[in-house]
């Protein structure tokens, strides 16, 4: 029996393809619809695609995938003295970070300062000065540099007296000249410009991202910052003390308390230096492995800084961790509007190349009446005329959205031969669009092929 069914299957579909034969430019102008629809979606699904990558690639750069690990608050008789007060953060956390959380792509800890950058007869104070590592450039998906090469792992390790420059730092002290090589001085200490950063622009918020130096942690730390960063100008404090403060550790808890014991003089600490056991940094960023990361880079990192820092449950945490939820809820909304977009064209497309074939069939069952009721008086069956119509209906949608996905492509390529458009392959919009072209043969072509399996043999037959 099932020798005889795949014949008769076989049979069905030869006889459909001789009667799409017998009109060839009609069955192909009855194609053009659906070639057209699954072409546009190809075309405009890898360019959505592309599209939606680099508009997350833009937003990444403004760091959507970043988190931002910051010291804890210390308070003293109920008064709090703010986020950051309490210095918890060590750079051997960051460490632990980049090596115990998987979801954490690139981590980066970072001291800041606020003070004059001077060079020659010119000054300017920018809005970051950042001692980081060089994998802050990582972090921010900063690593393509105007000139110059970044400082590396072993500047930190000697804190060694280089940094990079922003574009805006490089106008105001250079007037646009090449910097590298030059030294400019951050609270009288000589820096050698390595390299100048890409332009970046503004941040969401409209701060000046190019208004930035960026140094090693360690010197930031040991020779401009001195202590946590003051919402101050440095450059102004050190003027007034006349002597660069002494570097902050963790046991400054409370800042700006009154110190237990005598301050030593300079010639004293000098004689008697104290070795600085640990050193705390202002914060922490962390580079997820995707905006969709964050949430399980947060967990990570809170577990790994509570065995870190030996908190028991129930105890509170001494750091906080904030994520870029307004960019991710951004970046969110509009690759969900793109997809949204493209999916109504595409219905659209489709449902207009299955009116299409829908009109095309109904005008072939008018057409071909007499030979519907000769089929029926030599024995076939309603459900034989059903199949017959169905197949043909089916096969033209086929074979329209074989070509249509080979002129999508083609768009896709073209587009961004000539017009540099971002594109990328969908293979799930390929075979939606295979599934998609029988399932519009199936919906819009079985109702010709239902009213031609209704006809009359005796009227059929009588028809001219």
């Not at 969709?292 to 577990?303: F, K, L, M, N, S």
Request: net charge positive; proline share 5%.
């Amino acid at each position: 029996m099932s020798w005889l069914g795949a014949k008769f299957h076989s049979r069905t579909l030869r006889t459909a393809f001789h009667a799409l034969r017998r009109n060839v430019m009609r069955s192909a102008l009855t194609t053009l619809g659906i070639i057209i629809g699954v072409a546009a979606v190809i075309a405009m699904m890898e360019i959505g695609n592309g599209s939606s990558k680099a508009i997350q690639k833009s937003i990444a750069s403004m760091g959507a995938d970043n988190v931002i690990v910051m010291p804890g608050t210390a308070a003293s008789g109920g008064v709090s003295f703010g986020g950051g007060s309490a210095m918890t953060l060590t750079p051997e956390d960051g460490d632990a970070i980049q090596r115990e959380c998987p979801a954490a792509r690139a981590v980066a800890p970072l001291a800041r300062a606020r003070t004059q950058v001077v060079y020659g007869n010119k000054n300017w104070v920018p809005l970051f000065i950042y001692g980081t590592s060089p994998s802050y450039l990582d972090v921010r998906d900063w690593s393509d540099l105007a000139e110059g090469d970044s400082f590396t792992d072993q500047d930190v390790r000697n804190a060694s007296k280089v940094c990079l420059l922003g574009q805006t730092l490089v106008r105001e002290l250079f007037g646009g000249a090449s910097p590298i090589g030059q030294e400019v001085r951050v609270k009288n200490v000589a820096f050698k410009v390595v390299g100048v950063l890409g332009p970046k622009g503004a941040n969401m918020m409209g701060m000046d991202q190019d208004d930035i130096l960026i140094a090693p942690w360690t010197t930031i730390k040991r020779r401009v910052a001195g202590s946590s960063l003051a919402n101050v100008n440095q450059s102004a404090g050190n003027a007034a003390a006349g002597a660069t403060p002494a570097v902050n550790t963790l046991s400054d808890i409370y800042p700006g308390q009154p110190s237990l014991y005598p301050i030593p003089s300079d010639v004293q600490a000098a004689d008697t230096p104290l070795p600085v056991r640990f050193q705390n940094v202002d914060t922490i960023m962390v580079a997820a492995q995707s905006p969709a990361e964050i949430p399980v880079a947060i967990r990570q990192i809170t577990q790994l800084l509570h065995e870190r820092h030996r908190i028991k449950p129930g105890e509170p945490d001494d750091f906080n961790i904030r994520d870029m939820t307004e960019m991710t809820r951004a970046m969110s909304s509009t690759t969900s509007l793109m997809t949204n977009l493209l999916l109504c064209v595409a219905l659209i497309s489709l449902v207009v190349g299955g009116v299409g074939i829908m009109n095309i069939m109904l005008v072939s069952v008018t057409e071909r009446t007499r030979e519907i009721g000769l089929r029926m008086a030599v024995g076939a069956r309603a459900r034989d005329i059903l199949r017959q119509f169905l197949v043909e209906a089916i096969v033209l949608c086929v074979l329209g959205g074989a070509l249509g996905i080979a002129f999508g492509r083609g768009g896709s390529l073209l587009v961004r031969a000539l017009l540099h458009w971002p594109t990328e392959l969908s293979v799930g919009a390929i075979f939606a669009a295979v599934i998609v072209s029988v399932s519009v043969g199936v919906i819009f072509g079985y109702y010709p092929a239902w009213k031609a399996s209704r006809l009359d043999p005796i009227e059929a037959l009588r028809y001219e």
